[in-house]
């Protein structure tokens, strides 16, 4: 289990990247910036882990991320709880409905286009859920009381914000990076491959993918978690949605899927492009999605593997 | 209230109206399922640009919407042959997870765009016969509903007619059947894929027209179209006309019933529950082969 030498230099360049980048970002606007497209890169690890590594292509990623946000809001809203205990339960919340999820779609042979539609069912179910459920705050969504401190998980410096999603980012990419070279990786590739020949080589299947989408709806719901905290604010539309649904897929599509670095490279790639059309065209709404759908037309159909495939091609 | 007939009837009645146009909705997808074998998550959003077509030339032209269906079937068909042959055919590789991609592509781009150029603003027609409401006994319905519903059944039949009796509808079936026999003797393949992707988006076309008097368009209507005709699709069984139409109906139904039953807001949970159990626990729907 060791990097690769140009691996190595990638990382420590990337990782000195990041890890100073407030030294020069000083704008509250760009850092801010900087902090979503990291954002973008989580949920798009957690969907890069199911749907690149497994081939289980998911159009409901929005089940995960929404379970995270909702979990520890109404743990701290209504019962009180401190919102890491809260992020806690959230992650496991958001891992069991992984875990639910995929049992029960994988048991019934649910695969490719069916799969993907049955996860956006299930995002809609619940986005309906909680929508007409007063715990959950119905229409009007769930708002956090400031309180800033780090005991809270709030914080007044954004700065502390940018560390925080680095790195959760960075333990997100440890885990894939872990799991790419594990004999787990090697068996969620096979699955992804050929799940027949996999089947027939003594692989669990059906273990594999539930194991596969149970970390992914962990690894979502921190970003959940880490949205309400960095908004202190979630409803059903941003919470289960299918735009979140759509975010969560399109970082790590454009940026490679199935590469450890693909959802970051994408992340950056849709945030340039999203800055770009802004200053483009203006600050009108659907201009970024415009761009992102044809972004990902074009990446499609020249570029299959991503970003990524540029940089592959040459190593 | 639930025991009295009359109202049930009139709830049942109600949901057979907006049935309609789901059946209609999902036989322009039941037919690019059937033949293709893709799922195309542009339909929704298709729909919608037939919605704002329809809407222009009503408020810019003047044109009612039962005549403008002359001219936005013809050429929705010209468009959805288009976007099969030279986009979605070639961007897709042919390969199953992929056209799900680039078609969800497509509706990121439709759905964007029409926010870019005519806003999110919620956008409605009014036309003199939407206030005609027609007395059938149990309760009145809006002429227009009615009208769509006479249509659904006609379309349905039309389709039949088309598969079952014409050389076109043979080597459409030819295609879905069998690729490589129909390739053998002489059909072009790409072709037949591309117009029944036309005439999908043709009969979306015409459900747009029949919707627009007595609902409304914005850039996201499609989206809550698209997975109730996924519903319906499965629920009649993959590619099989007679249950696309039937389940579309089953679906108003349903829906109308469990918005009564749970309120507005919890009512929508109805249709994606089907479809969740259909597709767990019998992908081969009512009328289909199995699939998957």
Known sequence: ????????????????????????????????????????????????????????????????????????????????????????????????????????????????????????????????????????????????????????????????????????????????????????????????????????????CFRVKVVAITLSGALASVAGVFYVQYFLFVDSHIGYGPAMSVNALLAPLIGGAGTLFGPLIGAVALGALSELTTLALGKTPGVNLLAFGVLLLVILRFLPNGLMGLFRGRA | MLADPVFLLAVAFNGLTVGAIYALVALGLALIYGVLHIINFAHGSLLMLALYAAFFLFTLGGVDPYVAVLALAPGFFVFGYLLQRFVIAPISFGRDTNVLLVTLGLSIIFDNLALYLWTSTTRTINVPYAQTYVDIGVTAVALPRLVAL???????????????????????????????????????????????????????????????????????????????????????????????????????????????????????????????????????????????
């Open chain 1, 1 to 204: 289990m060791r990097l690769r030498s140009g691996q190595a230099g990638a990382l420590f360049v990337l990782a000195a990247f990041f890890l100073l980048l407030p030294q020069f970002v000083t704008s509250s606007y760009w850092l801010g910036l900087w902090t979503l497209t990291l954002f973008y890169a989580l949920l798009g690890q957690s969907w890069n882990l199911l749907g690149g590594y497994g081939g289980q292509v998911s159009f409901g990623h929005a089940v995960f991320f929404g379970t995270g946000a909702y979990v520890s809001a109404v743990l701290q809203v209504k019962f009180g709880f401190n919102a890491w205990a809260g992020a806690a339960v959230a992650v496991a919340a958001g891992g069991l409905v992984g875990a639910f999820l995929g049992a029960v779609s994988f048991r019934y042979g649910l695969r490719g286009s069916y799969f993907a539609l049955v996860t956006l069912a299930f995002a809609e179910v619940f986005r309906v859920l909680v929508n007409s459920w007063e715990l959950t705050g119905s229409g009007f969504g769930m708002l956090i009381p400031l309180r800033p401190g780090a005991a809270h998980l709030q914080f007044t410096d954004r700065t502390w914000f940018y560390y925080l999603i680095l790195a959760l980012l960075a333990a997100a990419c440890a885990l894939v990076w872990w799991i790419e070279r594990s004999r787990f990786g090697a068996y969620l590739v096979a699955v992804r491959e050929n799940e027949d020949a996999a089947q027939a080589l003594g692989i669990d």
């Open chain 2, 150 to 292: 006479g249509a659904a059944l006609l379309v349905g039949v039309a389709f039949w007619l088309l598969m079952t009796r014409t050389d076109l509808g043979k080597a459409i079936r030819a295609v879905a059947r069998e690729r490589q026999g129909a390739r053998i003797v002489g059909i072009s393949v790409e072709h037949i894929f591309a117009v029944s992707f036309g005439l999908g988006t043709a009969v979306v076309a015409l459900a747009a027209c029949l919707l627009l008097p007595t609902f409304y368009v914005t850039p996201t209507v499609g989206y809550a179209f698209v997975l109730i005709a996924f519903t319906t699709v499965v629920l009649g069984g993959m590619g099989s006309f007679i249950g696309a139409l039937l389940g579309g109906l089953l679906l108003g139904v349903v829906e109308a019933f469990s918005g009564v039953l749970l309120g507005e807001s919890l009512g929508q949970i109805g249709i994606f529950l089907i479809f969740i159990l259909v597709l767990l626990f019998r992908p081969t729907g009512f009328f289909g082969q199995r699939v998957a």
